[in-house]
């Protein structure tokens, strides 16, 4: 992808115009990121910087210039990955209001993110650096939500902990995500385990799953 006009013209302005190289700057920055992405979903941690720069149009030069070193790019993505989780964890909360089937909702949702995008999992082990703290502080504050509503109506055991959720679904997807073989079946079938094992009656939990929107934008739940 060729820089336009503009962009170059922002490129030239180093030094004379802070806030258009700021702008231009979290511009590259982002689509960075966003290749990144694509790039670590596709490879795993064997994906390249040669690779990111390529898929997100920009130069190496570029893609240092917003991360200097190879792990402050992974962390990126990885936190990153840790927002989507609690996007997830927020769509679940604002479809279930109140019924407790969030939590259900927000299981099959998190294994069919994981099964895709793998690098938090494979290089951090589902666990935050002090970069990705407050993303997942967050993400966890609605996992506890969803955990407290399912308990209350009922939906899982009552001794049943946001940790537990967390071990849980923390556990299984580093497992899958450490063979590179396993299937979109096998993750569903993970989720639909770690449900019955907090208590879910199993005629609760659907018999298939298809990826949400934020997957397949064709796809539906059935």
């Known amino acids: 992808m060729k820089r336009s006009a ?8 180093i030094g004379t115009d802070g806030r258009l190289l700021r702008s231009d700057g979290q511009r590259n920055r982002d689509l960075v990121v966003r290749a990144a992405l694509e790039i670590f979903a596709e490879n795993g941690m ?5 690779q990111i720069a390529v898929r997100a149009g920009v130069s190496r030069t570029t893609v240092y210039r ?9 962390i990126a993505v990885a936190t990153s990955q840790f927002a989507q989780i609690h996007r997830i964890a927020l769509e679940a909360q604002e479809r ?22 793998r690098l938090y999992l494979e290089l951090f082990e589902g666990r935050p650096t002090p970069e990705m703290l ?3 502080t967050a993400s966890r504050r609605t996992i506890a939500e969803l955990t407290d509503e399912s308990r209350s109506a009922g939906l899982v055991r009552a001794e049943v902990t946001d940790e537990d959720v967390a071990l849980f679904c923390s556990g299984m997807s580093q497992r899958l995500a450490a063979d590179r073989a396993t299937t979109q079946d096998d993750w569903r079938r993970a989720a639909r385990f770690v449900l019955i094992g907090l208590g879910v009656p ?9 990826p949400h929107a934020h997957l397949d934008p064709g796809a539906a739940d059935v």
């Not at 199993?202 to 298809?210: A, H, I, M, T, W």
């Open 66 to 74: 917003s991360f200097p070193t190879r792990r402050a790019l992974q």
């Open 6 to 13: 503009t962009a170059e013209g922002v490129m030239r302005s």
């Open 96 to 117: 279930s209001a109140g019924s407790g089937a969030g939590l259900v909702d927000f299981v099959f949702g998190a294994f069919e993110y994981n099964q895709a995008n």
């Open 46 to 50: 064997l994906g390249t910087v040669e």
């Open 202 to 210: 199993y005629e609760l939990l659907p018999p298939k799953r298809v």
């Open 134 to 136: 407050d993303v997942h």
